[in-house]
């Protein structure tokens, strides 16, 4: 450690530094890559909670069925997106490929086509929402179409950020094996 008190190099003019080693750029974003995928694998947790709350309240009838509406059809396989969350999170450790890249495919399976799906199953109640003015489902007293559009969209933000950041990250290990098969 150095001490701000005492003898001090007089000789010095910053350009001491050149010598030292430098960590190389793939292992910087490394590591930048994997905090933002860790941010995101907090945010769909957060996410699939809420879905499973819901699911969770309405089959146990919890509370009744005008406070919490069922769910919809698309919220039962997003609960397997759990699988692509516990794989992406187990790959970053040890920058595990294979589990980011199971990870990378079944959150297209799991998140991405059970979001695409639900857009298009309640499309023709947000129609109606908004043309006529009538809900019959509803979530603590708001329309369970316009909560559960919500969600998606911030699911599907989530999502992509999580698949752009990981295909980043992929890129950045695979860079690091090259240079590994070089030497």
């Known amino acids: 450690m ?6 001090r190099i007089e000789s010095t003019n910053g350009s001491g530094f050149k010598h030292r080693e430098k960590v190389t750029l793939h292992y910087q974003m490394s590591a930048a890559l994997k905090s933002e995928v860790r941010k995101l694998n907090l945010v769909h947790l957060l996410i699939w909670l809420l879905v499973a709350a819901q699911v969770t309240v309405s089959h146990f009838d919890l509370v009744s069925h005008d406070t919490v509406c069922m ?10 997106s759990l699988l692509p969350l516990l794989c992406s999170s187990l790959s970053l450790p040890k920058n595990n490929i ?11 399976l799991f998140t991405v086509a059970p979001l695409i799906y639900g857009g298009m199953e309640m499309f023709p109640v947000a129609q109606q929402l908004y043309r006529h003015g009538k809900a019959y489902r509803f979530i603590f007293g708001f329309s369970a179409v316009t909560v559960m559009y919500l969600v998606m ?19 950045s290990w695979f860079s690091a094996v090259e240079e590994k098969k070089k030497k």
């Open 2 to 7: 150095t001490s701000r008190v005492g003898p």
């Open 98 to 108: 294979s589990y980011l890249v199971i990870s990378m495919i079944s959150a297209g």
């Open 71 to 80: 769910p919809y059809q698309w919220e039962y396989p997003y609960l397997l």
């Open 153 to 171: 969209v911030v699911a599907v933000q989530v999502h992509a950020w999580q698949l752009y950041y990981m295909k980043k990250l992929l890129d």
